[in-house]
């Protein structure tokens, strides 16, 4: 821990440096940008900025079987520094500090100016390019926790270097990626590589509505080539850490995740959906394995407010309630379901059904209350939980992002 602290504070000390430095060459003004404090040139060559999160989240569980306790956390204590040096490179480095440990999250640098600014290559530790949802940076999100019905699938951060391009109504990314950042010291074994790709269209984008697509694949080894893989998810609550679905598989080869998207808005109104899949090939006359989930959701402002939507990015963006007194107001709804059941392979299946009310109290502050009943399968035992288990969960979330 003490060693981890030492890096962290050498590389705050960089940073610190680094902005110090450009502040000497070239004058730096400060600026407040939806809630940011923005250090930045007049010509716009330098910029640097932080990025700060707080999550204090309590929940109450409703059990049948199993023993659950309520009770608070802190969710997410993420700092990051982020650069823009000589306009044309931008360079990023998050960690997070909750659960007494020190993460690191994002990692990289990425390299700006390509097809006349609409585009980028970037190199370092950050998330694969697979998925509407997952690649919704957690300030954004309908709901407090993603679906359990597309966590198992998703790739999530990794090692690697990514290419990404747009214009007006599409996108594409995709990368080469080796294992998380956490795991990159290399044993015995040589680290195998994996090829992601997510493409994305918004045949309508304007002022009243959008609608947007997208489609992804990963083709994946193990992480060190060892034919063992952990495929996992939450319960969607983090306070008490409950998994439920988790799969462990040995004797894999390769397999190859499939993942389709779609959303529309239209003034205060969201609807978003994804399923995902994933067909696992593994060594010798042993079957393949097919397993499949995904999710729906509603949302809809109570208050004259819209979700903004990101071509650049392929995500929608950070809410500017209109009226800046009283804050916007959203009721939700999310249905999502897994199942990780196929040949001799039986790991559970479960549904999730969410309603949420959220408060965009401003552009920095927000608050969550959502209410979840997961139902889960026969097969639905891990970490030791008993099986065909159903519960209820109360839970509320004061963030802060600045």
Known sequence: MLGQFKWLLLVAMVCIVAGTAFAGTTPLKSVSSEGLLVFES??????????????LDTAFYDEDESVMGSGTKLRRGRMAWKAIVYRDWYAEFDFDLSEEHVEVKDAYIRYDNIFDRNGYIRYGNFREPFGLEENTTSRYLLFMERSQGTEMFVPGRRMGIEFACWDSDTRFAGGVFGPDIEDFETTDESQALSFTGRFTHTPVNDCEKVFHTGI??????????????????????????????????????????????????????????????????????????DYNGGYVSASFFLTNDTHPYLNK??????????????????????????????EDQLFGSSSAFTLGLTWYANPVIKMYANFTQI?????????????????????FRLMAAF
């Open 375 to 395: 139902d889960n399968g026969y097969y639905a035992d891990g970490d030791g939980h008993p099986a065909d288990d159903n519960f209820n969960i109360l839970q």
């Open 313 to 342: 990015a392929g995500e929608f963006g950070r809410v500017i309630p209109t009226n800046k007194s009283a804050g916007a107001w959203e009721v939700s709804g999310r249905w999502g379901s897994v199942d990780f059941n196929d």
């Open 216 to 289: 992804a694949m990963s083709r994946r080894k193990t992480d060190f080539d060892n034919g063992y893989q952990k495929f996992k998810t939450n319960a969607e609550t983090h306070v008490y850490d409950p998994r439920w679905m988790e799969a462990k598989i040995y004797d894999i080869d390769y397999w190859n995740l499939f993942g389709v998207e779609a959303a529309y808005c239209r003034g205060p109104m969201l609807l978003q959906a994804e399923h995902m899949s994933t067909r696992i090939y593994r060594h010798g006359d042993l079957p393949m394995l």
């Open 42 to 55: 007049e010509d716009g060559d330098f910029k640097w900025w932080t990025d700060t999160r707080i999550y």
